[in-house]
């Protein structure tokens, strides 16, 4: 006991050292003590000192760490096996996986090449290991530089005494954790609340301190093994000695917990007693089979019928209990039992189930797997507690945590073949998986309602309960498939019959589940959404294990696993027949989508057939059962007519949901195509005429079918006969048509798949992928010819990479058909098959008859759908034309072909259609006549003599000549006077044969007495006997009167007549087919494939005469005799009726489509004046500074009155304006190239060279020095958060928009923009905006006298504009009256200042004063003014009226800002004006006490011309303006001189200085550079300070020297940006043009368009910037004025003053960051980086795409004032508009104030497509022109036009 009290690390060594003697007796007494003591369980777990005491035993004295790192150096591991969680980014490389479910780690995957293979990344969701150097599950060629090596060779042995201290601590250790585990362990249905957690919590840093031991690699990990698997050191230690109270208690806790591990709890056990079976559990069945008995079903193995009595009895019991429980015969009793635990592995094991699998033991018990030896315990450890794992799987409240947490296991151990194969030999895998997944599903069944309600013996899974919905079988079915996908494992479960049989009675749980009956009265109440998890269940436990089998029943030599499959099928088939009580005929209203039985036999045959050589017929059983097969696929099919023809509509729309679930491309493959399959094996096998009959009966049109114009149909109401015949009949095409399992490669299949999917859309690459029914067992490896997929591609379609409209919406890249595709290859039928949605196949003829108007082939009509050759049947099904060959059908054809040509109601062009389609396959189709079909002669009188034979080729030219009907008494046909009888008897008997056997009606007697005949295998006699008289068969349902009379029609038709009759009605001519056109006809046989009805008939009548003499003969009678139709009766009322309603209907469009044209057109006119259409009025109507044109006053449309009028001061006019902040302008930089966003930790951004920074370090230093309000005028701000306005064009009065954003607050309907803030959508163009710039009344004329041209002297101009500035100006808005007009203004006034930030108006020194509210107004303009020349690309070369112009407001702005401008007035002592113009008296009465004002030099011009024309008197002349451009042009020009010359290095300043002297007396030296230049040096240099700061700077840059070229070209480049905008500003108050000129001539041309340049005749001699200078009194005075105010400056001050005078007013346009081109660049360095601001790695990270800033998206953890920082960031960085890149999901989201939207992403894949969520995982590549969109929609503020989709962020994001 003395030791636990001494000092770690020397008692560690100590032991050591004794325990490394021979004779160690002593040094392990002494440990165990120790340790007793230590880990002593009754202390409490969170005591971290037996931690601290275990790290340095083991550690033998040394410290921990370097411990950790000797052993590490003896690792010999050869396997990565690094475990993750979920949510990890990890990689998976189909080209090197052997199994599917192959992992790699990022690193090493990294480190592996892959270049060229098909891999992705992909996101964990139940978490996985690295399966790098693991040979077993990928290929060593994808084995990474670590993992290729075989590290484990050349590793030295570990030396004995390294770990020797572990293998005595560790076992201790271990077994103390297992004890707090079951000391912790409560029951869940004890009363105490369950904190399973908090045990957990308690121990997790000794599971971490295990976790670390896996880290330390293969000699640790093998100590571990020992460890924890050896059984003796378990018996040792896991009941603790006898004394020890503590160990007793706890061990009992062990084995109580233990009690109710077996599938069949103790309690179960002793009630069921071995002996007696309750009827519950039947234990009837037969000792060989085992395991399950369906109740009442008995197994067919039972020889005994003995059994009768208690299957009544079982069938009782299934009412009340609702129950099956298993039988205890099952095969392997050991899944029943209790576990039994041998060693440590395994009861850690058992806790980490109990415990529901903590995340951090699953680590611990991964991290071991690549220790071979472990792996294999561990594996059968897992197996044997496998029924356990499910059992409390299924009592789990989080299921879904537990299913990912199981899955992350077993998909370790079972990917790999050879342990599988192990386990399943040595541990019964397969049984224990097989007999759990049967305990799993009985939990919830309840009895079957189909068929026979009452009697029902059969139990289906009920799909509402929680097992299901949730899909908590998920991990079982998904470890089940997984061992199904290696060889060795599914022949074993195909050899074992019990095994066989046991799935065969798991599969039947689900044959007829989620059963819909139709409601026939009133809507359903509540609709179930039970479907979801049908489906998923026969998708996922039946379908895909099926797929799984069938992987491997691929070759001849597995032709006995097949007919072992398909045996067990149809016993089980019969069994299920018998138990839902069915004989032939299915319960009326009531469809199940699920029949998993047929569709397992049905897959299974075609296998056989198609790749083991089987014969089909050695696989069918006899018709009887072949029939009841065809049952329930074909109700299927029916009520999938029935649900699109709205017959379910009460069902509500889950019903729909299933028909399309079912056709969907995910599950097709696995329920409509074998269904289809198995039809068309029933119909290639069955009686053709049975088969037909039984269609038109299930389809509920046999009614409809007869020769007469009126008819009652029983079962179906009027409006849904159409669709259900055509439904009807276009089942019958694809029946006889699809070849999908009759012989087609799978090439071909994927091509006719790919194709199909084409023709409805253009598809993206990943949608086809998806869109491709593949075999949908995941976990099969590779997609059946997925190597091919990309070269089938390319053969059938063409790739249009993804075109960007800046207004349009994101296109992705699309692969659309090549033309040859549409013109052999579409295929309407497969596109009818595989649409989900009905308006598909409508897409798809559309586009159809599009590709043949634009390439010329057929241009008139509509096209109808083409005919496509099929591929050859295989052998075995040619009975399947039969079905083409059979009088009933075509008396069925007859009888349609008669009804279109008369126009019956109910007919339609589709009908037409598919009738000719099913001739047209019946003549490319013949079947060889044997000569055994002629046998049955007496059978012939039976059949309706409608036909001599069942050729369709000869029955097509035999002619009807009476037919007998019967209809009701009302119809036309019963008011003709009669045909009287044929005069001869013989002709008369024979007419009353032919009446009365021909009579379609007869098809449901048809089909009874065929089903009869087949039952009884009677004699011919009998046969008759049975068939009752045709015409009383009718069932007359009661309630409707049967007035029904018999009439005989004469018809004297055959088809061929009635082809041609329809061929001239079609065509709208008499004789429509001349006598010869079939010579014509022949000699050019290819023109038919593409048309309309008329081409498909010609068509067919040119088959049949090639392929039959008398059909041409016929013909050609035919032809010859040609005469109108004349119908055999009138058309009936009814039908008058119809048309008259079709045409009203047409009518009424044509109106409805007349008033939308008048609508479009004038909603385009509007459109054009708003839009960029260049069009001579809109400018006039746009720009109304330009409407000298009109003499009267400028008149405005209002948009929601529609009336035109000037705007009043009572009712003002006002422009549709869009508000918004911008910082654009902030973002800024000198040079032209964007910046790097950093990729990796040395890269920054710093934003201290962007123009916003630079100007708000301006302001400050003016303000460190300066007078404040006259600061304030010397800048502008606006960079960051300015105003910007831009406007739709359109004008409304202000009171129309008052009401109609009442209108718009009223009505409830989910806007995008939220009315309280003002925002709304223009009336017309539905443009967002949010507010109205009101209109200044004015007349024209003054117009004029504004623009007079002046020959003024400028002095004369200068003093006006000075008295000017003095009176306060008459503003032609009287301010003292408020009128509506003034108050209008105010209020937009306010809008502006709402609409940014107060932090971005407040730049003075003290808030809220005028002078700041001053300086706001004017940068608005500014901003504006700024913004407009960004969007002309940053100059004014190309003139004219840019869109940007069209869409500009700031005429009516400026006068808005204005108006507002006059309440300030400028002081006049400091009016800039006088000091611009005069040179003052030197007076010198400036007080110390205040600041100066700021000296002209530092003072922004573009400002003060903006201060100048908003503070005059309104409207502003012409040539005052000019005079105020001019005047401040020469304070630019000095201010120019004087930041070159600091640019100069002293020696170049006093050269420049002495040359220009000379030149001062010169006549012209006030307009020559070079004496302005000398002259402003020599006054700067009066005072050291101001060239001396940076002389050290300077004569480092200027190595150059300076010419008087470059001279003149930066004087140029100064001015520049000042010339531009008073350009602009001139343009956009009196609408002079802005005239084009090339770059290089840009400040000629704008200094003469401002008038600064008288225009020179000949421009070819350079300008110089100076010849623009006008002075109005001695320049040299008044610069040594402007320089003085700088000189005079203190000496502090002038040190900064040199950084006040270098500006340099050139910007570049603003760009957003330079992005990497490869997305994986961005994601790997940002998706794992820490937060700047919470340091943690955040859930979401998001990048702002303009300064490169990293924030947490929705993060908690970066909330302020609760708002989050994504949202806070758009405020500071943007103000309020916030680019943000999501890393996680490569898709970018705009924030714009209080919304925000999904833009899309800029990173597309090698096909052109966005990965958003980055679910395929692809690699992405940046497209630039998205990019340059992006950009181009921030500068350009159009985001709110442009993207559609806002939603409000809530401050969450």
Sequence with gaps: MALVCRDKKSTAAHLKADLNRTDNSSGVRQLKELLDCVLDPEKPAADTEALDWCKCLIAGGEGFEEFCKTVRSYDNATLCGLVWTANFVAYRCRTCGISPCMSLCAECFNNGDHTGHDFNMFRSQAGGACDCGDSNVMRETGFCRRHRLRTGENVPSVPRDLLLMSEMVLPRFIICIIQYLRDGYTEPDTSTERDLQKVLQQLEPQISFLEELTKMGGAMRTVLTKILTNQQIFKD????????????????????????????????????????????????????????????????????????????????????????????????????????????????????????????????????????????????????????????????????????????????????????????????????????????????????????????????????????????YWPLVSDFINILSHQSVAKKFLEDHSLLMLWMSFVSFFQGMNLNKRELSEHVEFESQTYYAAFAAELEACAQPMWGLLTHCKVKETQEYTRTVVRYCLETLQIWFDAIGFVDEPAPNQVTFHLPLHRFYAMFLSKAVKCQGLHLDSLLPDQEMLMKIMVHPLQIQASLSEIHSNMWVRNGLQIKGQAMTYV??????????????????????????????????????????????????????????????????????????????????????????????????????????????????????????????????????????????????????????????????????????????????????????????????????????????????????????????????????????????????????????????????????????????????????????????????????????????????????????????????????????????????????????????????????????VRPKSSSTRWVPPGTPPQLVTEILEIRESMLSLLIKLHQKLSAKQNSLSATWLEDMEANPNHHAHGDGITAIERILTKAATRSRQSKRSIQEICGKVSPPVAPKKNSPTDKKTMDKDERRQRARERQQKLLAEFASKQKSFMETAMDVESPDAEAAMDLGASEVMESEVLYDCVICGQSGPSTEDRPTGLVVLLQASSVLGHRYKSDEAKKLPTTDDEHIYPADTCGATHDVRLALMQRFFKDSSCLQSVSIGWDGGVYVQTCGHTLHIDCHKSYMESLRNDQVLQGFSVDKGEFTCPLCRQFANSVLPCRPGRSTEVVSWHMPTNKKTAVLVKEVEDLQEQLGLFPVSTTTESNLSKEMELVIKDIKNTTQRKYMDYGKNPGSPDNDFLFMYSVARTNLELELVHRGGNLCSGGASAAAKRSCLNQLFHVLAMHMRLYSIDSAYNPWTRLTQVAQRSDECQDDERPEVPMLFRDCPSLLIIFVLTMPQPLRKEHFICLVRMLYNLQYTQALAALSAKFSPEERRAWSTSGALNKNAFNAEKSFDALLSHVISELSKVKTVYDVNAEETSMQSSCVWSPQSIEYSLQRFCLPYLRLSCLLQHHLYGDNLSGCPDEE????????????????????????????????????????????????????????????????????????????????????????????????????????????????????????????????????????????????????IIRGHRFCLWGSVYLDAHGEEDRDLRRGKPLFLCVERYRVLEQQWVWHTFDHINKRWGPHYNGL
Excluded at 811 to 836: A, C, H, N, S
């Design 1642 to 1789: 840009e400040f000629s041309g704008l200094a003469g368009c401002l008038g600064l340049l008288a225009p020179t005749p000949q421009p070819s001699n350079p300008i110089y910037s100076a010849s623009c200078l006008d002075w109005t009194v001695n320049a040299f005075d008044l610069m040594t004025q402007w320089c003085s105010e700088v000189t005079g400056l203190s000496d502090t001050q002038a040190e900064k003053a040199i950084t006040l005078l270098v500006q340099d007013p050139q910007w570049a346009s603003p760009h957003l960051l330079h992005l990497p081109d490869n997305y994986n660049i961005i994601f790997q360095y940002y998706h794992k980086k820490a937060c700047t601001a919470c340091k943690k790695v955040p859930k979401d990270p998001a990048l702002c795409l303009v300064c490169g800033a990293f924030v947490c998206l929705k993060g908690l953890c970066c909330k302020q004032q609760g708002i989050c920082e994504c949202v806070l960031h758009s405020q500071h960085c943007g103000a309020a508009t916030g680019i943000f890149l999501l890393i996680n999901a490569s898709v970018i989201i």
């Design 664 to 1025: 969907q491309s995910h599950f097709c493959n696995s329920m409509i195509d074998p269904d289809i399959f198995l039809l068309q094996v029933c119909a290639s096998r069955l009686d053709p005429d049975y088969f037909i009959s039984s269609v038109f009966e299930r389809f509920k049109v046999v009614d409809l079918l007869t020769m007469a114009s009126v008819h009652q149909n029983a079962i179906l109401d009027g409006e849904h006969e159409r669709p259900m015949l055509e439904g009807a009949l276009t089942f019958l095409v694809i029946l006889s048509s699809l070849r999908i399992h009759l012989g087609m490669a799978d090439d071909e299949i994927l091509r006719a798949e790919m194709v199909s999917q084409l023709c409805m859309n253009d598809r993206t690459h990943s949608s086809l992928l998806d869109l491709i029914p593949e075999n949908p067992n995941p976990k099969s490896g590779i997609v059946p010819g997925s190597c091919s997929f990309e070269e089938m591609l390319s053969a059938v379609a063409d790739f249009k990479a993804p075109v960007f409209e800046p207004g349009g919406s994101m296109q992705q890249g699309m692969y659309t058909p090549k033309e040859e595709v549409w013109e052999k290859e579409f295929d309407p039928i497969m596109v009818v098959l595989r649409t989900v949605y009905r308006r598909d196949v409508q897409s798809a003829m559309d586009r159809y008859s599009a590709f043949l108007k634009q390439s010329g082939m057929h241009t008139t009509g509509n096209p109808w759908p083409p005919y496509k050759e099929r591929t050859p049947l295989h052998p075995c099904y040619k009975g399947l034309d039969r079905l083409l060959h059979c009088k009933t059908l075509h008396i069925v054809i007859f009888t349609l072909l008669y009804k279109i040509w008369l126009d019956h109601s109910n007919m339609s062009e589709h009908i037409l259609c598919m009738v000719l389609y099913l001739i047209e396959l019946g003549l490319d189709n013949q079947v060889q006549e044997d000569k055994e079909d002629e046998e049955p002669c007496i059978e012939e009188h039976c059949h309706d003599s409608w036909f001599p034979g069942t050729n369709l080729l000869s029955n097509l030219h035999h002619v009807i000549n009476y037919v007998r009907v019967r209809v009701p008494e009302t119809a036309p046909e019963v008011k003709r006077e009669r045909d009287p009888p044929p005069s001869t008897s013989a002709e008369a008997s024979n007419f009353g044969q032919n009446v009365r056997e021909a009579q379609v009606f007869s098809l449901v007697a048809e089909r009874r007495r065929k089903f009869q005949e087949i039952i009884n295998r009677s004699s011919t006699e009998a046969s008759q006997v």
């Design 237 to 472: 230690l896991s009941m603790g000695q006898e004394e020890n109270v503590y160990a007793k208690k706890n061990y009992e806790k062990y084995l109580s917990a233990l009690k109710n591990s077996g599938l069949v709890s103790v309690e179960e056990k002793a009630q069921s007693g071995a002996a007696e079976p309750t009827p519950g559990v039947e234990a009837g069945a037969g000792a060989g089979t085992g395991a399950l008995v369906l109740l009442g079903a008995e197994a067919p193995a039972s020889p005994d019928e003995s059994n009768k009595e208690e299957d009544q009895d079982g069938g009782q019991s299934v009412g009340q209990r609702k129950r099956v429980k298993l039988s205890s015969t099952a095969k392997d009793p050991s899944i029943m039992d209790s576990l039994k635990h041998k060693c440590f592995l395994e009861e850690l094991l058992f806790w980490t189930i109990k415990y529901e699998f903590p995340q951090k033991m699953v680590t611990f018990l991964l991290n071991m797997l690549p220790d071979q030896d472990y792996k294999i315990t561990f594996t059968k450890t897992f197996v044997q507690h496998y029924a356990f794992i499910m059992k409390t799987l299924m009592k789990s409240q989080e299921s879904d945590t537990m299913s990912n947490r199981i899955v992350h296991i077993s998909v370790q151990l079972f990917s790999n073949e050879e342990l599988a194969r192990h386990v399943t030999e040595e541990c019964q895998l397969l049984d224990i998986m097989v007999t759990v997944l049967l305990y799993m599903m009985e939990s919830c069944l309840i009895k079957s309602e189909l068929q026979d309600e009452e009697n029902s013996r059969h139990v289906v899974v009920n799909c509402s309960e929680a097992l299901l919905k949730n899909n908590t």
